[in-house]
């Protein structure tokens, strides 16, 4: 993967090229962003950089053997080390070898998947995927031979978070004497987590969000989503690549039907119906959720900025518009504000693995609560 593979975080890449040009590369990098954005990418790129044979103009140049081998993931210096849990797709193997074949089908497919899409790849079910104990210690191992071929051996850490104590410490000890021409590329979606002595090891390299305009210049370029189509999208997404393609792949015209569906269901105080719908809610998978509660913010906007004459500012299908103008007119302000509130905050629980049902079924009442209090 090269710099120009990664969309925007220009400053960014030209500092991480200047501290190899200028042979001031620190030993341990923390790569720390959210999930679903490019910190993966960005240290994927800059280890690539690290030992390419031929870069040019701030970039690695992707075709000496160097790169080719790096974009294939089988560079022999450059090692990965990610979570993981028993699979029967390789046989409940418990050592991280055995999973790397799909580690890297899931890198080269989405470099920017979460640990959940990771853990739907690799089937690991309900279990929990960590770094386990030994996956360090073979780390540890795998570091203390000479680099094959390359300048560095890089050492690619991903959610070094998920490492339980024993790891951690085993790891500290890692990063306290590390071998020599060895850089650790940490990427953590969670670094508050570390271990402080572990921090303090390694230089943090912060990574925002994409903003609206580069996640979109991302869609259009990788997956040739037509641009305001791309746009849309990315206003929905708040940054997070995988937000932006379910979004994308989930049909907006089932997300809108269950959208109204749902609120008709609130305004009515259906709950037989609204009991059907948590049926629903709660077989979408935490992303489909996030998306969907993020989706029905946009349109409660929509629907605001419909009523008060802002008609311009929403790009939508006649049908949708119809539907969202007739919803707004139910509204009032502390209704908007009701839903905003509950909305935003069933998205943080879910983010947070609360039950999806309950957190459902809960801001629905709400919901139906605050249409009832219009009534009278
Ligand atoms: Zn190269």
Not at 26 to 38: I, K, M, P
Not at 88 to 112: C, H, I, Q
Not at 142 to 162: F, R, S
Not at 345 to 374: E, P, Q, W
Request: glycine share 6%.
């Amino acid at each position: 993967m090269k710099f120009a593979d990664i969309p925007g975080f220009e400053a960014l890449k030209k500092s991480l090229v200047n501290a190899v040009d200028t042979g001031h590369v620190a030993h341990a990098q923390l790569f720390a962003g959210s999930e679903g954005g490019v910190s993966l990418m960005l240290a994927i790129a800059f280890g690539q950089y690290l030992n390419c044979e031929n870069p040019t103009e701030g970039d690695s140049c992707g075709r000496c053997p160097s790169c080719i081998k790096t974009q294939k993931f089988i560079h022999p210096d450059f090692h990965l080390c990610f979570p993981f849990a028993k699979s029967k797709l390789v046989g409940e193997a418990e050592e991280l070898n055995a999973y790397l074949p799909l580690f890297r089908s899931f890198l080269l497919d989405t470099p920017f998947g979460t640990l959940s899409d990771w853990a739907a790849k690799a089937e690991f079910e309900n279990r929990t995927p960590i770094i386990n104990i030994k996956a360090v210690r073979d780390t540890m191992q795998g570091l203390q031979l000479k680099a094959y071929e390359a300048k560095y051996k890089i050492q690619l850490i991903w959610l070094p978070e998920t490492m339980r104590s024993e790891g951690s410490n085993s790891f500290l000890k890692l990063l306290e004497e590390p071998p020599p021409f060895t850089v650790f590329l940490l990427v953590s979606t969670a670094p508050e987590i570390l271990l402080p002595t572990v921090i303090s090891r390694t230089q943090r390299i912060s990574v925002p969000r994409l903003n609206g305009f580069e996640l979109a210049a991302f869609l259009e370029d990788k997956f040739q989503i037509e641009p305001n189509k791309a746009m849309a999208i990315s206003g929905l997404a708040e940054g997070s690549i995988p937000d932006a393609l379910s979004l994308f792949n989930e049909k907006e015209d089932d997300y809108h039907h269950l959208f109204m569906d749902w609120q008709r269901s609130c305004y009515r105080n259906s709950i037989d119906k609204l009991v059907s719908h948590m049926e629903s809610f709660g077989a979408l998978g935490k992303e489909l959720q996030k998306s969907f509660l993020k989706y029905s913010l946009n349109k409660i906007r929509n629907s605001m900025a419909l009523n008060s004459g802002a008609r311009e500012t929403v790009h939508l299908q006649e049908a949708e518009l119809n539907d969202l103008f007739n919803l707004g007119k139910v509204f009032s302000l502390p209704l908007i504000q009701l839903l905003i509130e509950e909305i935003e905050t069933a998205h943080y629980h879910i983010d947070r693995n609360a039950s999806a049902k309950m957190v459902f079924m809960d801001i629905s009442l709400k919901m139906a609560n605050g249409y009832a209090s219009l009534k009278n």
